[in-house]
Nanobody, 127 residues
């Protein structure tokens, strides 16, 4: 079992930066593929970024590639999302997620592959 709690959201001007954190409980955090998703009002939830257990197999949505960086600190049971050069269209609730099963290395973009979710943190980018 994995429990996830996000933090770090807030209001920022376009062009600014934020760093989201996701604190995970459970001793096997290091074995799970982790991901960030987001959902804006009226839109479907979308994949933002994901990383496998070794922190080297990362994948990004095209819309954030080059601006966002996902990383993890397995010793601290924490996942991060560094967001730079934020745009108004990045405004959304951001969710941290852990893969449904531990031990996998492939980073899926499908939300159905993730079995554990945080409560979300709001990111608002003013234009």
């Amino acid at each position: 079992q994995v429990q996830l709690v996000e933090s770090g959201g807030g209001l920022v001007q376009a062009g600014g930066s934020l760093r989201l954190s996701c604190a995970a409980s459970g001793r096997t955090f290091s074995r799970y593929v982790m991901g960030w998703f987001r959902q804006a009002p009226g839109n479907e939830r979308e994949f933002v970024a994901g990383v496998n257990w070794s922190d080297v197999g990362a994948d990004y949505a095209d819309s954030v590639k080059g601006r966002f960086t996902i990383s993890r600190d397995n010793a601290k049971n924490t996942l991060y999302l560094q967001m730079n050069t934020l745009k108004h269209e990045d405004t959304a609730t951001y969710y941290c997620a852990a893969a449904r099963y531990p031990g996998r290395t492939f980073v899926s973009r499908a939300g159905s592959e993730y079995g554990y979710w945080g409560q979300g943190t709001q990111v608002t980018v003013s234009s």
